[in-house]
């Protein structure tokens, strides 16, 4: 039997998209996201506890991530752990752990101002769940307001 990775987050983006490109057509955009769990302590406190995670975006959506993610916005994305492994310098060895997403999508508010809810969907009329080829070229974000898919889990 095979496992499942999968990795559902909503969060917040701590700063612009990173991104490189390797050749014209294949580039990588990094960001960090904030997720935040609000709940009450056994002693009824408000607690918050934040986790930022690396997440990687590769071909069309590091492209639309270049052009319309920023600091600040609210973004649903769907993807797995991946988890990198090298040696540095000292002969340590050193590990580094990222979400490689699959699929994103830009909720809530501009961080500008105004009101936005767009979908980037790279999978260029195949199921959702498939993953994203990275030759293919992403369908642009759907900026009337209405999304995609219905069935976020929020």
């Given at each position: 039997m095979s496992g499942v990775n999968k990795v559902i987050l909503v969060g917040n983006l701590g700063a612009d998209p990173e991104v490189k490109y390797f050749d014209q057509d294949n580039a990588v955009a990094r960001v960090n996201l904030a997720t935040t769990e609000r709940y009450k302590d056994k002693n009824g406190q408000r607690q918050e506890q934040t986790e930022w995670h690396n997440v990687e975006l590769w071909g069309g959506l590091a492209k639309i991530a270049e052009t319309y993610l920023k600091k600040g916005m609210t973004i649903y994305v769907?993807?797995?752990?991946?988890?990198?492994?090298?040696?540095?310098?000292?002969?340590?060895?050193r590990y580094t752990t990222k979400i490689r997403a699959l699929n994103m999508t830009m909720l809530g508010g501009n961080p500008r101002g105004g009101e936005s809810n767009q979908a980037a969907n790279p999978s260029n009329n195949q199921s959702q769940a498939a993953p994203m080829s990275q030759a293919n070229e992403p369908e642009m974000p759907n900026f009337s307001g209405e999304s995609e898919s219905d069935d976020l889990p929020f």
């Open positions: 769907e993807g797995k752990i991946k988890t990198d492994q090298w040696t540095d310098n000292n002969g340590n060895q």
